[in-house]
């Protein structure tokens, strides 16, 4: 397996972190693969083992390894059309410091942005930036997976027509990988989720809009231009199939499609989403219909994906797709289908993204092209 932002896997950073974990400077470590978690061959063994010197991580002595002193900090930041989550985090992922604010107007802002938090998040953490060894983002686009460019990603102006990663990499210094948002939560779910040791699952996000990420076979599916797992494209109801880069299912379920279908079916005072669960959480008739409708139309959906990809799990997760009032009778309905796989909601809540971005940028650091070298040999 390649070590690589494009080709994500999920055995060689879980295989690093059980190498790293549990160890001090100086100390002798695990051998790559030994952790019964993991299975690696023996090329892959040596890839990762010149990964983790080459990062200065650890050090040859003798026939075995000791850790180095470096200690191993990643930025990462889940993107949000509304909202930036960004954590320092150490090598097995755990948060050291985080902050969570409104998502700057455009583009160039969300760059400045992102690179103020880097640097405050730094200062908590009492750490120079030099310290920072890599960081992986989380977009809510499609990363192709030979350019690394982002598209279909409408929630963040101009973010379509930036060199996202040339222009952070040039502001941060090190390497950043850039992962679809709801595929780094995926890889989340399947490092410290319920899809722990699965390998073939889904994880899909219902909040503003919705996004899959899609794990066959242990692998991420990106597909041809890293469009795999656009579910928010499937068309749905009598004007399914239109081209207006908002996907009809989109409409449907959505955040604005179900207070749109709340006030169709009847009167409402919510202006948002967690007001409208306040209402049908009062007893509003309307907001209750719009609520099942929009349960009604994700099952749908989560069986389309079964029938062609048939994972053994699906998660759900999102500001939506968490929701009692949703995810319970999804999962209800699920269970009681003859083809229906299991559904339950994210183990790692807000905080999947950031948990898969851990591992996004620890592959990336181990990259046999080194931090910082990219697709199409960008530096």
Do not use: W
């Not at 409208?276 to 959906?301: D, H, N």
């Not at 995810?327 to 790692?348: C, D, G, I, M, N």
């Amino acid at each position: 397996m390649a070590f690589s932002d494009s080709d994500l896997d999920l055995v060689a950073p879980l295989a690093a972190r059980a190498v790293l974990s549990g160890s001090r400077q100086g100390e002798a470590v695990a051998a790559p693969g030994s952790a019964a978690s993991v299975s690696l061959s023996p090329a892959q063994i040596a890839a990762l083992v010149d990964g983790l010197i080459r990062a200065g991580l650890v050090e040859r002595d003798g026939p075995g390894l000791r850790r180095t002193g470096r200690a191993l900090r990643l930025f990462v930041a889940d993107l949000g059309g509304t909202k930036l989550h960004a954590a320092i985090v150490d090598e097995t992922g755990a948060v050291l410091a985080e902050r969570q604010e409104p998502t700057a107007a455009g583009v160039h802002a969300v760059i400045a942005q992102m690179a103020r938090l880097r640097r405050e998040l730094a200062a908590v953490c009492e750490i120079p930036l030099a310290m920072i060894a890599a960081a992986a983002i989380g977009v809510p686009g499609a990363v192709h997976p030979r350019t690394g460019r982002v598209g279909f990603a409408p929630n963040i102006a101009g973010l379509d027509d930036c060199d996202l990663r040339a222009e952070l990499e040039q502001s941060f210094g090190h390497g950043v990988a850039l992962e679809n948002d709801v595929n780094l939560a995926a890889l989340g779910e399947s490092a410290s989720g319920y899809a722990q040791g699965l390998k073939n699952f889904a994880f899909i996000a219902l909040g503003t809009g919705i996004g899959m990420g899609l794990v066959l076979d242990g692998r991420l599916a990106r597909g041809h231009r890293g469009m795999a797992g656009e579910i928010a494209l499937l068309p749905a109801g009598p004007s399914g199939g239109g081209n207006s880069g908002r996907s009809v299912l989109e409409r449907e379920i959505g955040s604005v499609g179900i207070i749109c279908a709340a006030r169709r079916a009847g009167p409402v005072q919510a202006e948002t989403v967690e007001q409208l669960f306040a209402e049908a959480r009062s007893g509003s008739p309307a907001a209750r219909a719009a609520i099942a409708a929009t349960g009604e139309a994700l099952f749908e959906a989560l069986l389309a994906v079964s029938a062609i990809a048939d994972p053994e799990l699906i998660v759900l997760g999102g500001s939506i797709g968490v929701q009692p009032e949703i995810a319970e009778p999804v999962a209800a309905k699920a269970q009681a289908h003859e083809f229906a796989p299991t559904v339950r909601t994210s183990a790692l809540g807000p905080h999947a993204v950031l948990a898969g971005a851990g591992l996004a940028a620890l592959s990336a650091l181990l990259s046999p092209a080194g931090p910082g070298l990219r697709p199409g040999g960008r530096r």
